[in-house]
């Protein structure tokens, strides 16, 4: 394929992807990272899920205990059936509990309600992670997008001059055959790099969930400042384990209360004898004779409030261990940014202004050149990828740091 076929091929590509983004979303616009949470967040049905499960349980919580049924019947005593007439009754019976178990169910709805505000501070947090991968990703793609371009026209650079050099017969036809081949191994990566924009462009609109087409605002950047945090009081892990031991607690109290009498009263309303009305009342208490299966309840809650801090501790050990990961990787990571940034940078910047001239002049072959220009790419290449990382890195310490 010739290299005008090539070029052709590759604008026609670019267009249709274009023109079929346009066509879908309409529009679009560019935004920063906290705009786009903050469209993810109005958008994501987990989180709304999450918001209907926490008024549920206040509901429960406000609906106050459930009342034992009430018993409505008639009865008839002492009568036969040789025109006896005897006593019938009209009854109602209700049950009723003593307010400490009353106060017991609405203490454990409440804390129900308290676990699922946990939870879906953590799926906000959850979500707030998955924005922030993919609002890097694509800063990444556009980036590297832009290097591919930026690659493109240096070795355009190099092909002008090399053709220049054949036609005046300073050189033979391999340096230009060269440039042609670099040439073209730099459009196909571009063509890539195009299509892996797109692709992270999709992912990031699929978690804003709308019909707006957003792209990332800004570029890739760092700093050094986050290592000093390490806090996890206010970890929204932690917090959900919390709040599941201290529903728990309030378990055990429920099963306690069971052990509690009920207060038992009743009514009637009586004819006897053709005399009528007649009224009767009782009042007593319900009171639990068999308590062994009451007391395997309570030891089963007690146990669970156990198992819950035994989970607690444990996480709080994953948390440690995987923060300190993190934060490992993470300044090795910077020690490379700043290596690369210090002491490579530099010199690649000088490399890539002074090569093409030496090699216009004639004072390196076109190997040199193409070796150093190659180094030069390599390590522009090496840069981003680091900082990409570093990123990457940084909003998943944040993540579990509860951030």
């Known amino acids: 394929m010739s290299l005008r076929k090539f070029n052709t091929r590759l604008l026609l590509i670019m267009g249709l992807v ?10 679009s616009k560019s935004i920063g990272l906290d705009e786009a949470i ?15 499960i926490v008024k549920q349980q206040n509901k429960l919580a406000d609906s106050g205990p459930l009342k034992q049924p009430t018993q409505l019947y008639l009865s008839s005593e002492e009568f036969g059936a040789n025109d006896q007439s005897g006593v019938h009754s009209i009854n109602i ?27 879906l501070a953590l799926t906000n947090q959850w979500l707030k992670l998955q924005v922030e991968q993919a609002f890097y990703q694509l800063l990444y793609a556009k980036q590297e997008k832009q290097l591919v371009s930026d690659n493109i026209v240096i070795y355009n650079n ?17 340096p230009q055959m060269a440039a042609r081949s ?104 319900n009171v639990p004779l068999f308590k062994k299966a009451y007391q395997g309840r309570i030891q089963a809650a007690e146990l669970g409030v156990k198992v819950r801090e035994a989970e607690l501790y444990n996480q709080e050990q994953e948390l440690e261990r995987t923060i300190s990961e ?14 690369i940034k210090q002491n490579l940078t530099p010199i690649v910047i000088d490399q890539s202004e002074v090569n093409l ?40 310490l944040n993540y579990w740091l509860g951030k």
């Open 182 to 285: 670099r040439l073209g191994q730099a459009q196909l990566e571009q063509e890539h790099s195009v299509e892996k924009y797109q692709i992270a462009l999709t992912l990031f609109n699929q978690w804003l969930q709308s019909d707006i087409t957003y792209m990332a605002k800004g570029e890739l950047e760092y700093e050094s400042s986050f290592l000093l945090d390490s806090t996890l009081l206010n970890n929204p892990h932690l917090q959900v384990f919390e709040a599941q031991r201290e529903l728990a607690l309030t378990k055990v109290e429920t099963e306690k209360v069971q052990l509690l009498p009920q207060i038992n009263s009743g009514f009637k309303l009586q004819t006897m004898s053709g005399n009528f009305p007649l009224f009767g009342y009782q009042l007593g208490v």
């Open 326 to 339: 993190f934060r490992y990787r993470l300044e090795h990571q910077l020690h490379i940014l700043e290596y």
């Open 93 to 119: 019976l209700q049950n009723f509990y003593v307010p400490r178990v009353g106060k017991a169910q609405k203490d454990y709805y409440k804390k129900g309600a308290a676990v699922a505000e946990r939870e």
């Open 357 to 396: 001239i030496a090699y216009e002049e004639g004072e390196i072959g076109y190997l040199e050149y193409l070796d150093g220009l190659e180094q030069v790419i390599k390590v522009k290449q090496q840069y981003l990828e680091a900082l990409y990382k570093f990123n990457v890195l940084r909003i998943e």
């Open 18 to 27: 274009c023109a079929v983004t346009i066509s879908i979303n309409g529009q």
């Open 158 to 174: 190099f092909l002008s001059v090399a053709t220049s050099q054949l036609e005046s017969g300073e050189t033979g036809r391999i």
């Open 38 to 52: 903050s469209i993810a967040s109005n958008n994501y049905a987990g989180l709304e899920r999450d918001r209907l």
